[in-house]
């Protein structure tokens, strides 16, 4: 079975600098994906960014990127230019390659931005 | 575009009562899951259903059931509740049941056992 860790339960950023969330995960599978959502406090689960595993470059949207890397089973989630509206529970989430494969979730971190 | 719509978004129910959660996917996706969230960790994996029939099922009990409609909504029944059944319970919806579809998820329902 597949497993997510997301040791760090809280950081905190300040205004418009830049915060790195941690993420490691567990599987013997070579084919996957990898998804880093945002939970505001309205509990809706929003998709930040994913990655296929078979795509060596990192993903990239506005200001998240994740740096991946397959070998150690690391998956970070990069945010630059923090705002405080990016306050929020961060998942980390791997999810099988094929059909009616399910997403794994991770604890959570929750990142605060101080103004 | 609507999204992925649940009903009801908070409710409270009484050990040993049944509650129903209801899905509505966004318009064109065939596949729905569900997943609990209890306070302070991610979400579990519960029931996953396309073309109405169920796909997956995670690590839950009997008295966990749900199922899809011909119009790809989705209900989630839990039985004989208990208080650790007291959780946020979402809905996702996708295109279809295959990995590459992106999952959205609706704000869920508060579910609260006293």
């Known amino acids: 079975a597949q497993t997510v860790t997301q040791s760090q339960p809280e950081m905190s950023v300040q205004e418009a600098e830049t915060v790195t969330l941690s993420c490691t995960y567990d599987t013997s599978e070579s084919d996957y994906y990898l998804f880093w959502y945002k939970q505001p406090p309205s509990r809706q689960m929003i998709l930040v960014i994913r990655?296929?595993?078979?795509?060596?470059q990192n993903a990239t949207e506005n200001r998240f990127s994740v740096n991946f890397q397959k070998a150690a089973k690391s998956f970070s989630l990069k945010i630059s230019d923090s705002q405080l509206g990016d306050a929020a529970m961060y998942f980390c989430?791997?999810?099988?390659?094929?059909?009616?494969?399910?997403?794994?979730f991770g604890k959570g971190i929750t990142l605060s931005v101080r103004p | 575009d609507a999204g992925v719509t649940q009903s009801p978004t908070h409710l409270i129910k009484t050990r040993g009562q049944q509650v129903t959660l209801r899905c509505s996917p966004i318009?064109?996706?065939?596949?729905v899951s569900w997943y609990q969230q209890v306070l302070g960790q991610g979400p579990q994996f519960i029931f996953q259903y396309y073309e109405k029939e169920e796909r997956g099922r995670g690590n839950f009990p009997d008295r966990f059931s749900a199922r899809q409609f011909p119009n790809y909504s989705s209900e989630l029944n839990v039985n004989a509740l208990l208080l650790g059944d007291s959780a946020l319970y979402l809905c996702?919806?996708?295109?279809?049941?295959?990995?590459?579809?992106?999952?959205?998820f609706g704000e869920g329902s508060w579910l609260t056992v006293v």
């Open positions: 996702a919806s996708s295109l279809r049941h295959i990995s590459g579809n992106t999952i959205y």
């Open positions: 989430a791997y999810r099988s390659n094929g059909a009616n494969s399910k997403l794994t």
């Open positions: 990655q296929e595993a078979y795509k060596q």
């Open positions: 318009s064109g996706h065939k596949s």
